[in-house]
């Protein structure tokens, strides 16, 4: 869950993943994932760098428009948004996410 400065967004990010196994492990599954999750997702393997991430976000094309955090009415707004999308999220990737990481677990047993 992140809170920027252009937008609201959801995401599985891959902290060190200079490999970027994890990131294709994942990849593997995006359209069975993308069919789940039923809306567009941003798929960053950011090569050349140590992490990766999967995301959804709302991106404001006027953030002066969204008026501010300090207002009780905004704020709840973003908030329903971020539980509506997070639950969303989380029920369409997680069990992608953790058939990979079992998958890789059992590969470098072997």
């Known amino acids: 869950m992140v809170i920027g400065r252009r937008g609201l967004r959801v995401e599985l990010y ?36 140590k992490a990766s991430r999967i995301k959804f976000e709302l991106v404001y094309a006027d953030p002066e428009k ?28 997680m069990p992608y996410w953790e058939r990979v990481q079992s998958d890789l677990s059992k590969s470098k047993d072997l």
């Open 14 to 49: 891959f902290h060190n993943d200079q490999s970027k196994q994890l990131f294709d492990s994942m990849y593997a599954h995006k359209d069975s994932i993308r069919k789940d999750f039923g809306k567009k997702l941003v798929w960053q393997r950011l090569d050349g760098k």
């Open 66 to 93: 969204l008026g501010d955090w300090r207002e009780q009415a905004t704020r709840e707004s973003r908030i329903d948004w971020f539980v509506e999308n997070l639950d969303h999220f989380y029920n369409a990737l």
